[in-house]
């Protein structure tokens, strides 16, 4: 509105903005350009797995046809009981669920207990001790492959499991200590100090206070270890000499040397092996992503 000289008021005219001029329908654009540039990107990312499923229903000839079939036709399922039949993939299956049991318990103790002692308790050198072994994450695992395959053997543990799982027990390597140090530093003090006023000991504001509000970070945790341990292939193939104490890992490999030409029953083969980490990833999805969005929040 305006107030002229002669005292009347006169209506300024504003132009209505452009809806496609408009930052709700710019913000609208950016999203769409977002999801189909997610959407292109999940689909090459699944593209291998999509063929390594078809082709485990598939013969010899239609696995390498041209143009490529997507759909079997006829469907082989006698892929898989006969890829099972070729190799003790049971046997392979109980002695990686063996080491994992010990790997992902051990590295989720340790891992919890180190993280604490550097996030919650304040000793003289704390922070350089800490910094100190975040060096050693740069280190390649090469690096020190000879020194600990000579320990083992000097100690008597090759061809057992122990190389495998006892490592865990001791700290659960320095990644998911820094995970967790990091979960734990965004807790509220006033918890601990709350704690203390109760008598509680340190052990006891771990276990009553810091763990049940840590639950999406050790899940976490436990799922990288799980994932490491059921893919670790130079681990049990230096340590474990032993056919029958083999891992899926290494069993899949040697399927792979002997049977090179039967690619529908090593594809079969290759997605038995995978379907218990799709399992795992889809059950526990929510945790997972839990725990690293809170982790990078509160780091």
């Avoid at 598939?58 to 006698?78: G, K, N, R, T, Y």
């Avoid at 998911?176 to 052990?203: C, H, K, T, Y």
């Avoid at 039967?262 to 092996?273: K, N, P």
């Amino acid at each position: 509105m305006a107030t002229t000289s002669r005292g009347t008021t006169d209506t300024v005219y504003q132009p209505k903005r452009s809806f496609f001029r408009s930052r709700r329908f710019r913000h609208r654009i950016a999203q769409a350009i977002t999801y189909t540039l997610l959407l292109i990107g999940s689909f090459v990312m699944l593209l291998p797995l999509v063929w390594l499923v078809r082709s485990s229903f598939m013969s010899l000839d239609q696995i390498f046809a041209f143009p490529p079939e997507w759909i079997p036709e006829p469907w082989v399922w006698q892929n898989y009981p006969d890829a099972l039949d070729v190799a003790p993939f049971a046997r392979y299956f109980l002695n990686t669920m063996v080491i994992e049991f010990f790997v992902v318990t051990g590295t989720v103790v340790s891992a919890t207990i180190s993280a604490y002692g550097f996030a919650r308790l304040r000793w003289k050198g704390r922070d350089q001790v800490f910094a100190v072994l975040m060096t050693t994450m740069m280190l390649p695992g090469a690096v020190t492959l000879i020194p600990a395959f000579i320990i083992w053997s000097e100690l008597g543990f090759v061809n057992t499991i122990v190389p495998l799982t006892a490592p865990a027990w001791f700290g659960g390597g320095m990644f998911n200590i820094f995970l967790l140090r990091q979960f734990f530093r965004g807790l509220p003090r006033d918890l601990d100090e709350a704690a203390v006023l109760d008598g509680a000991s340190p052990l006891r504001i771990l276990w009553d206070v810091i763990i049940p509000l840590s639950r999406p970070a050790l899940i976490t945790v436990g799922i990288f270890s799980f994932l490491t341990t059921w893919n670790d292939f130079l681990g049990p193939l230096i340590y474990l000499n032993d056919s029958r104490k083999y891992t899926l890992a290494i069993g899949l490999s040697q399927f792979k040397g002997q049977y090179t030409s039967e690619w529908g029953l090593l594809m079969a083969a290759s997605t038995l092996v995978i379907l218990p980490v799709l399992i795992l990833f889809f059950v526990a999805q929510r945790y997972f992503v839990e725990g690293i969005a809170l982790t990078g929040i509160k780091g």
